[in-house]
């Protein structure tokens, strides 16, 4: 790799499909052994991005290069470096899980005794090993995304794109991949990961790249990204249904102004929450206002801006998905 050049650079790059804009000049740097989080919600251009950077898809505008091999003109020679796992499972159905592994290995050139070991020992990883020699086509799709993770591991690449790695994996199997993605890293691995969830950037990212409509709209460390929001959250859960709206009145008037600033409420929680500055003395006023107001509350808290306020104050609305399938909130587990 040419000396002091970021293992993946991109610069500008534009992709569209028909009308849709997917990418509309999307600028990228990730150093040699760090981890690049890109942090969008659906349709942001992370799969493009990702499909252009792993030579699967030529960008209309602009240039990429990764371990200092371009793109586009170098990709033969680019390929052989770099692992990828799709945000779909790309595995062979009518091949066991096992020979899935293997397949992998004779196609990376890896000895036949080699990738049987590897093979083994990435089903054991991912907890597999009972279902190894049973067709990919009766797997659910949580084994099918497991395996397919496994597959993007049986050779270690020295770049490694990881498209929504635990979309779609119950919450022990996220854990588990969370250390296997560790411990790439720590042995030096250079990974770019896409993902949907603030926690998870937060947790395995050094950098962060919010992207929106095709474009890095901010760029830092998870903390620098918080600092940006400034301020803290006032977070709080009243006891009645009735008193949300009082509340919520209450908070108003202590929040910071501007982006981000906005009291949010959640009806089903009877949570309120805001941005807000002033520290302790500001939650003893608060406390007053909620007191003369009659409000009765179960819980009340100040806490540092998630990457979820980050979102807000960059976009003007929530980056995490409400669907069925995913994680949610994982608090517990992940403190
Ligand atoms: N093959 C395609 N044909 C037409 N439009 C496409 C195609 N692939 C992506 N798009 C569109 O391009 C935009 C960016 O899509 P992309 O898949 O890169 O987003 P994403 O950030 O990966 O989203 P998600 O979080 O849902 O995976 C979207 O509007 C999408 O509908
Ligand atoms: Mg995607």
Partial sequence: MAEGRPAILAEGLEKSYG???ALAGLDLAVEE???LGLLGPNGAGKTTAVRILTTLLAPDAGRAEVTGL????????????IGLTGQYAAVDEYLTGRENLEMVGRLYHLSKKYSRKRADELLERFDLTGAGSRLVKTYSGGMRRRLDLAASLVYSPPILFLDEPTTGLDPRSRLAMWEIIGELVSGGTT?????QYLDEADRLADRIAVVDTGRVIA?????????????ERLELVVSEDSDLRTAARALERHAKGGA????RTDV???????TVEGGARLLVSVVRDLDAAGVQVDDLGLHRPTLDDV????????AEPSEEGLPGHQEKETA
């Fill in 311 to 318: 979102f807000l104050a960059l976009t003007g609305r929530a």
């Fill in 19 to 21: 009308t849709t804009r």
């Fill in 70 to 81: 371009d793109v586009v003109r170098q990709a033969d020679e680019l390929r052989s470096k």
């Fill in 219 to 231: 760029e830092g460390t998870a903390d620098e990204l918080k600092a940006k929001v400034g301020g």
């Fill in 191 to 195: 990974l770019l990961l896409t993902t």
């Fill in 268 to 274: 089903d929680r009877r949570h309120v929450g805001a």
């Fill in 260 to 263: 981000g600033g906005g009291v």
């Fill in 33 to 35: 052994g760090t981890v």
